[in-house]
């Protein structure tokens, strides 16, 4: 078994220092919160729990599976562990693999560190918690929704997460956002099928053999309002965000330009204002925001529609 | 799994210096670096010189920092399309008979970010491979990071080697008896949907495997008298020399910063 590094670790270098900075203040916050939650719910025989489990994320990550030419699969965690433990936890457990990759391992950098934790323990969980509540609840809670629940949770927390770190490198100005975010959107939908198809196989596994590990009060943990709302934004920021930011040639650019357009526009108003009749509707950026929503949604109403078939087929 | 070459013992000034000026110091240099605007050559060079002469007091080397330093190189590409997509002024570069339009600014910064992202791991592996882990968590717990955390950071390491044997012994078991090519080009057995459920099973079964050790291992604390908060050793002070050595990195690091923010180039 070869360490292979992840695409998704930023590292060091990568991100401009304030978008490292704010990141980092960001997470200390989520963390300091999770540590607190954490507190309040468990007892001390947590802090070896989550440690040990830590190390089998880390591990599990190692776990691959070909897919073709040379290519293969493997874990990331987050929905996994925010099924398992719930999110707080799962923030918590996540963030420990994360630090120790950059501390350690060199994968992703140090300064990149509050990045990558946001990227993957924080939104990364909390999407995955997100997706795994709502279509627990849809089902009523039916057993088979919590494979379903989970392959959509996990394909849900890559992407979302790889949005995120698209979105970090083109603010920063390192990749134009209209090719990033479509490149490492468009890899991540990939893995994330295969992050989901091992979420999957690990939570059937983990149900034929402990059932008593999907209790009602782990469930109840996800549903906390802070941190459904919580993934909420987060996940429709960075759904709404990426397009908005990809339909532009280029981060910096963009900026640019816009500078440019202020200074022309104080120059001569009026020249410029036969060019832009309607501002807003004939407008790429519109179009794409549109585009991510009815994607979006068109996601959720698979997912409810499956749901709804399933309860009927049960219920007759 | 390279398992226990991340610390490389050696006796030297690097080595023997308290991990808490290094993690300081090591955070500080790779801050001070990522503020500094793409095109400051010129302070580029003089970190660059600073974190060589580092490696070379720490006995490991230049060449060892640069082999495990081409690990971040893959991401490179994330930054290659700015050679493109700045401003002009474009200059045309024949490569294979082609000529590629390259933007000025776009080539400045993306080596500004290439040489960024290369000096701040080359901190990063230093620090890594000269601290010992137990060091590395005395000073994470001195930068006020909650004790909480630092216990399941460090419960993680003790136990990560132990969890990873049982990865491969699994995937041992595995190649043994399913799903593995027999060489590069073969096809694996089973379809690729199969090999994910397979794989995701052995990711359930590991998991499963760690939560029994977890119980175990809290049974064990339990034993030696673990009453909820994990044992902290006091920790001395730092000295004279230790706050003096952490003040001066300090001073050069913001000096390099200044003059890049101010005197440009």
């Not at chain 1, 300064?111 to 997706?131: C, D, K, P, R, Y």
């Not at chain 1, 209790?215 to 109840?220: G, S």
């Not at chain 2, 041992?172 to 060489?183: K, N, Q, T, V």
């Amino acid at each position: 078994m070869l360490f292979s590094p992840n695409q998704m670790h930023i590292p060091d270098g990568f991100l401009s220092g304030i978008v490292s900075i704010v990141l980092w203040l960001v997470s200390i916050a989520v963390l300091a919160i999770a540590l607190r939650k954490t507190n309040k719910t468990l007892g001390d025989r947590e802090i070896p729990l989550m440690g040990v489990l830590a190390a089998a994320i880390f591990a599990g990550q190692m776990l691959n599976f070909s897919i073709t030419g040379g290519t293969s699969g493997h874990l990331l965690g987050a929905a996994l562990a925010t099924i398992l433990l719930g999110p707080w936890s799962a923030v918590l457990v996540l963030t420990s693999v994360v630090a120790i990759q950059a501390l350690i391992f060199q994968d992703g950098g140090l300064l990149a560190l509050g990045a990558n934790i946001f990227n993957m323990a924080i939104v990364g969980v909390f999407s995955a918690n997100l997706v795994y509540t709502l279509i627990r609840k849809v089902s009523m809670g039916k057993s088979w929704s919590i494979l379903v629940g989970g392959f959509v949770a996990a394909w849900t927390s890559i992407f979302i997460a790889s949005l995120a770190a698209a979105l970090e490198l083109s603010i920063s100005g390192t990749s134009p956002a209209n090719l990033s975010i479509p490149a490492m959107g468009g890899i991540h939908a990939l893995i994330g099928i295969g992050e989901g198809l091992i979420t999957t196989g690990a939570l059937a596994f983990i149900y034929a053999s402990r059932r008593d590990l999907f209790t009602p009060e782990k469930a109840e943990a996800g549903t906390g309002k802070l941190v459904l709302i919580a993934g909420g934004i987060l996940t429709l920021i960075l759904a709404i965000l990426s397009p908005l930011a990809s339909s532009h040639p280029d981060g910096l650019e963009w900026v640019a330009e816009q500078q440019g357009f202020i200074e022309k526009a104080q120059e001569a108003v009026y020249n410029l204002i036969p060019d832009y009749t309607f501002p807003g509707i004939d407008n790429p950026t519109l179009s794409t925001i549109i585009a991510g929503v009815i994607g979006a949604i068109l996601v959720f109403g698979v997912a409810f529609t499956v749901a709804k078939l399933q309860k009927k087929q049960a219920a007759n | 799994m390279r398992t226990h070459d991340f610390y490389e013992p050696r006796v030297s000034v690097v080595h023997q210096s308290d991990a808490r000026v290094k993690v300081i110091l090591t955070l500080a240099f790779i801050l001070a670096i990522n503020l500094l605007p793409p095109g400051t050559w010129a302070n580029y060079l003089l970190f660059l010189s600073l974190i060589f002469s580092a490696e070379i007091l720490s006995r490991l080397g230049i060449g060892y920092h640069l082999k495990r330093s081409l690990l971040a190189l893959p991401f490179v590409l994330a930054a290659l399309p700015l050679l493109f997509t700045l401003p002009s002024p474009y200059h045309s570069i024949p490569i294979f008979g082609v000529n590629l339009q390259i933007s000025q600014p776009g080539l400045e910064r993306f080596l500004s970010i290439a040489v960024r992202s290369w000096i701040s791991i080359q901190a990063a592996i230093l620090l890594a491979a000269s601290t010992r882990f137990p060091d590395l968590m005395i000073a994470l717990r001195m930068l006020k990071i909650p004790p909480i955390f630092v216990a399941i950071i460090s419960l993680m390491w003790r136990y990560l080697f132990v969890i990873i044997e049982e990865a491969t012994r699994l995937e041992r078991a595995r190649s043994s008896r399913s799903g593995a090519a027999p060489y590069g080009s073969a096809r694996p057995g089973g379809r690729v949907w199969w090999r994910a459920k397979v794989t995701g099973g052995m990711v359930g079964n590991l998991f499963l495997r760690s939560l029994e050790r977890s119980d175990r291992i809290y049974a064990a604390m339990l034993s030696r008298g673990y009453n909820g908060n994990p044992p902290t050793a006091t920790i001395a002070p730092l000295n004279r020399q230790e706050t003096l050595t952490i003040v001066l990195g300090l001073l050069t690091f913001l000096f390099l910063l200044f003059t890049g923010l101010t005197l440009g180039v």
